[in-house]
């Protein structure tokens, strides 16, 4: 990564921490206008009809209900509330898809036992109608703690009620693969999106993509299903061509795309007879998850400041 993309790149992370901003932004009609190039909209009924669309397109999808960081026992329960809504929504429409969630919006960085609770009787009433639900993988300094309440919620409710999420620009991720799915725990596979220092992750693209496909060999090789989430090209293509040398069929694994990002891609592989899932954000708290994308690619930033002068 270049010096001067890093810099912007943690610029970008430190301002989608701040919560005052987050009041501010959120505020802004213009910028509320240009997030919603990624997120699904404010309301659960918003996003429903978001999916509906993706749906018809052949696409599955996987909700999540924006939030993070909670530090309000009392919102870590409405979070619990708004996600059995959810659950009941997929589960009354018949829409193809689940769900993803945060531990931090459970109550993680309050208490792991409030966050495991909370976690429960999401993937309860996931279990209870035979859905699933994927733990959204945060920032380095809870890596172990979401693993732990994946393995202990993975163990309590069984295959295939919930699933974790490895970051291939951590160095611990290829152990962690093995040991996962030694475990028979589906995986999400992503290449991280946090700023995390050369002490635990890997700092060079280079890297983060070789150890990408490393990873990706182990969960193709594992017999689970799992989610390969990308939109770089070249990780979609080694991923296809070692599941043609495995002799893998389509729908041994699925492709998982971010609303709003390549969605040539994501119907071109459709076409192609491969499963994609789109992951579908919705919610008030938009803020980080919106700011994270734009760190990911300096070139949102000018469409950002382009869409705010058009006004
Ligand atoms: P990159 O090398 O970053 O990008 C490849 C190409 O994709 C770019 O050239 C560009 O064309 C396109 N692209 C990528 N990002 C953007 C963008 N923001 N805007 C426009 N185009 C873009 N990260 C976590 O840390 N934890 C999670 O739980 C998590 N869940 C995810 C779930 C899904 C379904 C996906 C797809 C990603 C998830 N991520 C998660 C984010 C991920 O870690 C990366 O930050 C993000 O996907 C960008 O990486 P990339 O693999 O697309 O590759």
């Not at 909670?70 to 996600?83: G, H, I, K, S």
């Not at 829409?95 to 409030?114: A, F, I």
């Not at 009620?161 to 999400?188: F, K, M, N, P, W």
């Not at 492709?255 to 592989?269: A, N, P, T």
Request: a positive charge.
């Amino acid at each position: 990564m270049g010096q001067a993309t890093h810099l912007s790149r943690a610029a970008l992370m430190f301002l989608s921490r701040r919560e005052g901003l987050k009041e501010v932004a959120t505020g802004v009609p213009a910028l509320r206008r240009i997030a919603r190039r990624f997120i699904a909209g404010e309301t659960l009924e918003e996003a429903v009809s978001a999916v509906k669309e993706l749906n018809a397109r052949g696409l599955t999808v996987s909700f999540d209900h924006l939030n993070e960081a909670v530090r309000n026992a009392d919102e870590t329960l409405d979070e619990v509330r708004e996600y059995q809504r959810l659950l009941a929504r997929i589960d009354q429409l018949g829409v193809r898809g689940n769900v993803s969630l945060k531990l931090t919006q459970c109550g993680l960085l309050l208490d792991p036992e409030l966050a495991l609770r909370n976690a429960r009787e999401v993937v309860a009433d996931a279990k209870r109608r035979g859905s699933f639900v994927r733990v959204d993988m945060e920032q380095g300094e809870v890596t172990q703690a979401t693993l732990d309440v994946v393995r202990a919620l993975h163990r309590e409710f069984g295959e295939p009620h919930v699933g974790a999420v490895l970051q291939s620009y951590l160095h611990r991720t290829e152990a962690d693969a093995r040991a996962l799915c030694a475990e028979r725990i589906r995986i999400r596979l992503c290449k991280g999106a946090y700023l995390e220092g050369p002490g635990i992750a890997f700092q060079d693209k280079k890297d983060v993509d070789e150890n990408y496909l490393r990873v990706m060999r182990i969960l193709l090789d594992s017999g689970l299903y799992h989610g390969i989430a990308t939109h770089d090209e070249r990780m979609i293509q080694e991923t296809l061509a070692y599941a043609r040398k495995k002799g893998l069929p389509p729908g041994a694994f699925e492709f998982q795309m971010l609303y709003g990002i390549r969605r040539d891609l994501q119907e071109r592989l459709v076409a192609e007879g491969h499963p994609v899932r789109v992951y579908v954000p919705y919610g008030k708290h938009w803020y980080p998850y919106f700011m994270r994308r734009l760190a990911e690619r300096p070139a949102n930033v000018w469409f950002v400041m382009k869409n705010l002068v058009k006004g």
